[in-house]
């Protein structure tokens, strides 16, 4: 018998907490926080203490299948790549390279998400690469990019122990990002003061010296309504904005337009509570403030984003320790593949597609004429694939059937493709409509790199052997692009593809495997002028071109579609402790799965009485999009008129009857807000998950 004990990170959310694997005859037996890990301490939540049967072989696909008709057939590895390099040569002859894209992984690593952005742009000779940030963060990047000069978490997360208030804006840190979120409830015992802004009675709303519940939608209004207050009172920080800051006359006279009246109606909230939080984070010594997908998951995201900053450089409430703009990114390594430059335009460190210089950078470096114009998005892609154009796709560990809006637009665009190829573990719901599935390590079997939300890249290590026929994501796209006729992916490990990657992006420039292990993980910028990484951006100046801040005026623009008589209620969409993504890892532990076993509709108990829908109920759920069954659950946290639902449910897909409507700056969908109606339906008649069969 052999054993060893293996350091490693969390393979769920963001925060990117460490732990050991525990291994014995090649196998994961137990898992165990690293004592003295710098995020984590020692701490780990429900899903980090059960991350091993995320790599549990009992339903991992073992061999390339290919499908015929209706069933899937085992085939080698030498036939799958070379069907799919033949097919997507031909596809590249006959409708141009634009006809194919890449949709890479917030849960692989850097390295791969490097290697999937390289063949994309080298071998397939286009920018349509994507990755699910489109429907999480990508309002953040746009829009932090505008104001700040970079889309990314300002401070550090161990920065919630100095600050005095901390902000917790649309987001449920202790659901989804549980370790921080317990940092937060921490700081408050300590004498933080805690200001929530969510429709929701979230936990940290129930513990919050204010909470804000607006109406869903109205993010812009109230941020516009607290510094119409501030600036109203002279409350605002007068140095910081002239020092720091530009722009400040014509953004204060947009204000103008949003009397406290206005926008208590807007939004819901009383006068008097807004008076008091914009007291409460202009006159705070150290405001941490902290968001989520209640901010950008609208048609108006970016401007939200906006908004945010906006709110931060009028109170001086960034730039020093204790404070800042931090959205709390969703997956492990969701900031690692955006900045890998799995985006459709940028290259790896945010270097712009459409710069002559940066083109003419990487064309020398990769040995290919790089694609000069910005790429699809996901959802572009699938829109394009039903008119026809868009004929090939791989996608790589994501399961954009089940987390995409409007899933039956995603099912009829996936049908439409001549090649759908599906790099996974597991049989997900996307796999099940490929062409070809290829089977990929999980994270405990292979070395790489993530970056938590907090900028700080970290390196995973292979614990036990590739299961089965598995291999890393990057090693395919390598032995594709060789057999595509591109010699310049043929890595012999994944260090040497992180070199590539750090001798071309600057923002990384002093890193290396070793200096990683030395640091425990290092913070970008990690360069020249940071050797040491990080751990708080623009305390002096800003990453802008003149180094200024820049206030943007931002206009309230309501959701897309609002509740009327056909479709009187506002749903939402939330995540639960217990669950992960679209679950495929988190359904396969016993024990998260005998918490939260199913998909839920929470509901509040007037409107349950109203529909004649009682606790626990069966219930049919309907938007303009389709139709959705699962069990009504009566619960304090929504107000009348709102219900909510979480979208880890394959059985009660949530994205079934989510908006498409997107944000015109970065494409992302109002997964945030949409009108449904809702139905008792009769006992028992509710599918059974698979996993509870
Ligand atoms: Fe993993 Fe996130 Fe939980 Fe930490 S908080 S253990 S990273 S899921």
Redesign the pocket.
Known sequence: MTSSVVST?????????G?DLKVQDNQVIAVE?IFHHP??LG???????N?AFGIDPGNRITTPLLRKIDTFHPISWDEALNHIANQFTDIISNDGPDALGVISCARATNEDNYAAQKFARCVLGTNNIDHCARICHSPTVAGLKQTLGSGAMTNSISDIDSADLLVVFGADPTE??????GRIIKAKTNGAKLLVVDPRKTRLAELADVHLQLNAGTNIALINGLLNIIFSNNWEDTDFLASRCENQKEFVESLADYPATKVAEITGVAEELLDRAAYLYSHAQRAFLAYGMGITQFVSGTNNVIGISNLALSCGQIGRVGTGINPLRGQ?NVQGACDMGCLPNVFPGYQPVSEPAVQEKFSSAWDCTVPTQPGLTSLGMAKTALGGKFKGLIVMGEDPVVTDPDQQLVQRAFRSLDLLVVCELTMTETAKMADIVLPVVSFAEKTGTFT?CERRVQLIQKAIPSFAESKSDWRILSELATRMGYKGMGWQGEEAIFDEMVRLTPLFSEMSYPKLIEYQGLQWPCDESHPDGTMLLHSTSFSTANGKGKLIPVRYVPPDEQPDDEYPLVLTTNRLHFH?GCGSMTRKSPLLERETPDGVLFINANDGESYNINNHEDVLVSSRRGEVSTRAVYSEQVPQGLVSMPYHFKEAPSNRLTNNAQDPVTKMPELKVCAVKIKPIKAGALPISEERL
């Open positions: 990170i969390c393979p769920f959310c963001g925060v990117g907490c732990l926080p995020v984590s701490q780990l939540c429900v899903k980090g203490w991350a989804n990002h549980t370790v921080l979120g492990n938590n992960y």
